[in-house]
């Protein structure tokens, strides 16, 4: 359904995209942000999904900015490899990038912004910082606790598990407290709950966030 474009960020930097256009008139545009395995499979299945509900749906590949076309798969090796790409990559590039991807597609109309683990935290960011967004939803956001204080400009929903060894209870319940305007869900979950891919995949869970993340973008995006 999608195809693979090319993004200019303010700062020069080139890079790619995975771009999926609905059939007919869309209703708006969804970012969809990567986790540190890049835009894998399981990243442009998410991407033609938004597309399929009648959104220009784009992927932007944040982690070119450390080796062009990064994808990786989820045993542990994966996961080290995905660590030490985030590890070369500013949280301000990574803004920088989700700018460009909010910019090349907001011409369809409001745009909202969707992201997962490393994107979750990106998507949440987004929120606080970019321009150009109308709605944002963050799943399990490592680093969202460190930038509660951060005020949302937009709409903003986030989704966790209590089973998630990465993000205690403790920050969630930090976040929730900074900010209480915030519709925050907990699942019987762990991290990468969404992803069917993941021996931590959870069916119940993700069609639940799933759901609820749908009709908040069709309430506040299209």
Same mark, same amino acid.
């Given at each position: 359904?999608?195809?693979?474009?090319?993004?200019?960020?303010?700062?020069?930097?080139?890079?790619?995209?995975?771009?999926?256009?609905?059939?007919?008139?869309?209703?708006?545009?969804?970012?969809?942000?990567?986790?540190?395995?890049?835009?894998?499979?399981?990243?442009?299945?998410?991407?033609?999904?938004?597309?399929?509900?009648?959104?220009?749906?784009?992927?932007?590949?944040?982690?070119?900015?450390?080796?062009?076309?990064?994808?990786?798969?989820?045993?542990?090796?994966?996961?080290?490899?995905?660590? @030490?790409?985030? /590890?070369?990559?500013?949280? !301000?590039?990574?803004?920088?990038?989700?700018? $460009? %991807?909010?910019? &090349?597609?907001?011409?369809?109309?409001?745009?909202?912004?969707?992201?997962?683990?490393?994107?979750?935290?990106?998507?949440?960011?987004?929120?606080?910082?970019?321009?150009?967004?109308?709605?944002?939803?963050?799943?399990?956001?490592?680093?969202?606790?460190?930038?509660?204080?951060?005020?949302?400009?937009?709409?903003?929903?986030?989704?966790?598990?209590?089973?998630?060894?990465?993000?205690?209870?403790?920050?969630?319940?930090?976040?929730?407290?900074?900010?209480?305007?915030?519709?925050?869900?907990?699942?019987? @979950?762990?991290? /990468?709950?969404?992803?069917? !891919?993941?021996?931590?995949?959870?069916?119940? $869970? %993700?069609?639940? &966030?799933?759901?609820?993340?749908?009709?908040?973008?069709?309430?506040?995006?299209?």
């Amino acid at each position: 359904m999608g195809q693979t474009i090319t993004l200019k960020a303010k700062d020069g930097h080139s890079f790619g995209a995975y771009r999926a256009d609905p059939d007919g008139k869309p209703r708006g545009a969804i970012v969809v942000i990567q986790e540190i395995f890049g835009v894998n499979q399981h990243i442009r299945s998410v991407t033609d999904r938004y597309a399929a509900l009648g959104y220009v749906a784009i992927a932007p590949q944040v982690f070119d900015r450390a080796e062009k076309n990064f994808e990786t798969g989820y045993d542990q090796p994966s996961m080290e490899k995905g660590r @030490a790409a985030r /590890g070369k990559i500013s949280t !301000e590039a990574l803004l920088l990038d989700t700018q $460009a %991807a909010i910019d &090349a597609v907001k011409s369809v109309g409001k745009v909202g912004i969707i992201g997962y683990c490393m994107g979750g935290s990106v998507a949440f960011l987004a929120a606080t910082r970019l321009d150009g967004l109308s709605a944002a939803v963050g799943y399990y956001g490592g680093q969202i606790a460190a930038s509660a204080d951060e005020k949302p400009r937009i709409p903003t929903m986030l989704h966790f598990g209590d089973q998630d060894q990465s993000i205690p209870m403790t920050d969630i319940e930090k976040i929730k407290k900074a900010r209480p305007e915030t519709p925050i869900f907990v699942y019987k @979950a762990g991290h /990468g709950f969404h992803c069917d !891919e993941r021996a931590s995949f959870n069916a119940e $869970a %993700a069609q639940v &966030a799933a759901c609820r993340s749908q009709e908040f973008l069709l309430k506040n995006v299209g």
